[in-house]
Nanobody, 128 residues
């Protein structure tokens, strides 16, 4: 079993930045592709960004491309399966609960149904 814990959410003004982090515990001898999803009130959960297990491939939703950056550093033994999401130029429309997810295999995907493990989420609120 794998447990994911997100951190770094909070309240920020429009145009500001936040950095989310997600750390996995449990079966971390396996390196997982990981992703970020978000869910705003009254809306369905949507894809934000994803990164392959070796960090060589990244994917972004069009709405965040150029503003958000997903990264991981597998060279750090104690940071394997830790992924970060740098969010710049935040907009009120980015307000949501952000969820970290991990999946089996090596290839990252944008479909939430393909992810096997999920964190509890962290709230990001962007004020205008």
């Amino acid at each position: 079993q794998v447990q994911l814990v997100e951190s770094g959410g909070g309240l920020v003004q429009a145009g500001g930045s936040l950095r989310l982090s997600c750390a996995a515990s449990g079966r971390t001898f396996i390196i997982y592709p990981m992703g970020w999803f978000r869910q705003a009130p009254g809306k369905e959960r949507e894809f934000v960004a994803a990164i392959s297990s070796n960090g060589g491939s990244t994917y972004y939703a069009d709405s965040v491309k150029g503003r958000f950056t997903i990264s991981r550093d597998n060279a750090k033994n104690n940071a394997v399966n830790t992924v970060e999401l740098q969010m710049n130029d935040l907009k009120p429309g980015d307000t949501a609960v952000y969820y970290c997810a991990a999946k089996l295999g090596t290839i990252a995907t944008i479909a939430s149904s393909t992810y096997n493990y999920w964190g509890q989420g962290t709230q990001v609120t962007v004020s205008s």
